[in-house]
């Protein structure tokens, strides 16, 4: 790579299925809210305190944030029961992939190591940088800036996020760091569009299209410092 030096990759809804969104949506919707694109971006994606608080707003519910996130995980294990964690199809693949590249990758998500990376991603654990496989961003999210300075002292064009949320898009954006977008694809779902407005030049559907040649190509435009140009998007993909 010319200018990639690390990969960092979303854990729910990149390496893991979203088992989020949908509880959100049933919960917001189950509790006398309307389920918007302002909804998902308040909640989504936030640190747990803060999407408690939304979703209590968003719902009218006499709650705190602390009660209303309890009670949004105890509608989530609920929604485990029939819809259960799973790696995605291709991760190793995409991990082999990009190990053979030279870069370093790294994992991140809302919740601690021990529930997320340990117990679902373990088994792929030599894939990953042996000093910081995975970051909990949950106090920090989005948490752009603190992989890269703080965990990684990369440059951020030397980064690349691939993230199914928008608002990461917009945080790397701003402050130059590479995205490939893999946005959520469920019917209630805005993050596509979102992506769209906020300039993503390269979103695919299934982490399964993510090939050396598209990681050549972002490396590319990282290195020529013409990743966020203005260009349209075509097709909403590669």
Same mark, same amino acid.
């Given at each position: 790579?010319?200018?990639?030096?690390?990969?960092?990759?979303?854990?729910?809804?990149?390496?893991?299925?979203?088992?989020?969104?949908?509880?959100?949506?049933?919960?917001?919707?189950?509790?006398?809210?309307?389920?918007?694109?302002?909804?998902?971006?308040?909640?989504?994606?936030?640190?747990?305190?803060?999407?408690?608080?939304?979703?209590?707003?968003?719902?009218?519910?006499?709650?705190?944030?602390?009660?209303?996130?309890?009670?949004?995980?105890?509608?989530?294990?609920?929604?485990?029961?029939?819809?259960?964690?799973?790696?995605?199809?291709?991760?190793? #693949?995409?991990?082999?992939?990009? @190990?053979?590249?030279? %870069?370093?990758?790294?994992?991140?998500?809302? !919740?601690?190591? +021990?529930? $997320?990376?340990?117990?679902?991603?373990?088994?792929?654990?030599?894939?990953?940088?042996?000093?910081?496989?995975?970051?909990?961003?949950?106090?920090?999210?989005?948490?752009?800036?603190?992989?890269? #300075?703080?965990?990684?002292?990369? @440059?951020?064009?030397? %980064?690349?996020?691939?993230?199914?949320?928008? !608002?990461?898009? +917009?945080? $790397?954006?701003?402050?130059?760091?590479?995205?490939?977008?893999?946005?959520?694809?469920?019917?209630?779902?805005?993050?596509?569009?979102?992506?769209?407005?906020?300039?993503?030049?390269?979103?695919?559907?299934?982490?399964?299209?993510?090939?050396?040649?598209?990681?050549?190509?972002?490396?590319?435009?990282?290195?020529?410092? +013409?990743?966020?140009?203005?260009?349209?998007?075509?097709?909403?993909?590669?």
């Amino acid at each position: 790579m010319k200018k990639i030096r690390l990969v960092a990759l979303d854990s729910d809804g990149v390496l893991l299925n979203d088992t989020y969104s949908p509880v959100i949506e049933r919960f917001v919707t189950r509790h006398g809210g309307e389920y918007t694109a302002a909804v998902e971006r308040g909640v989504w994606g936030s640190p747990q305190l803060a999407a408690g608080q939304n979703m209590a707003l968003a719902c009218r519910l006499p709650w705190s944030a602390k009660d209303t996130i309890a009670a949004f995980f105890r509608e989530r294990d609920d929604y485990l029961a029939t819809h259960p964690v799973e790696v995605m199809p291709g991760v190793e #693949e995409l991990l082999a992939m990009l @190990r053979d590249t030279g %870069v370093r990758i790294t994992c991140y998500g809302g !919740r601690h190591r +021990e529930y $997320t990376f340990d117990r679902y991603l373990g088994r792929y654990a030599r894939y990953f940088d042996a000093d910081q496989p995975y970051v909990d961003v949950n106090n920090f999210r989005p948490g752009v800036k603190e992989i890269v #300075e703080d965990f990684f002292g990369y @440059r951020y064009d030397e %980064v690349l996020f691939v993230d199914d949320i928008n !608002r990461v898009a +917009e945080v $790397t954006k701003a402050l130059g760091a590479g995205f490939l977008g893999v946005p959520a694809s469920m019917p209630h779902n805005f993050q596509r569009a979102e992506m769209e407005q906020t300039g993503v030049r390269h979103m695919v559907g299934d982490i399964r299209e993510i090939d050396r040649a598209l990681i050549e190509r972002l490396d590319e435009e990282l290195a020529a410092g +013409e990743h966020w140009a203005p260009v349209p998007v075509t097709g909403g993909a590669r």
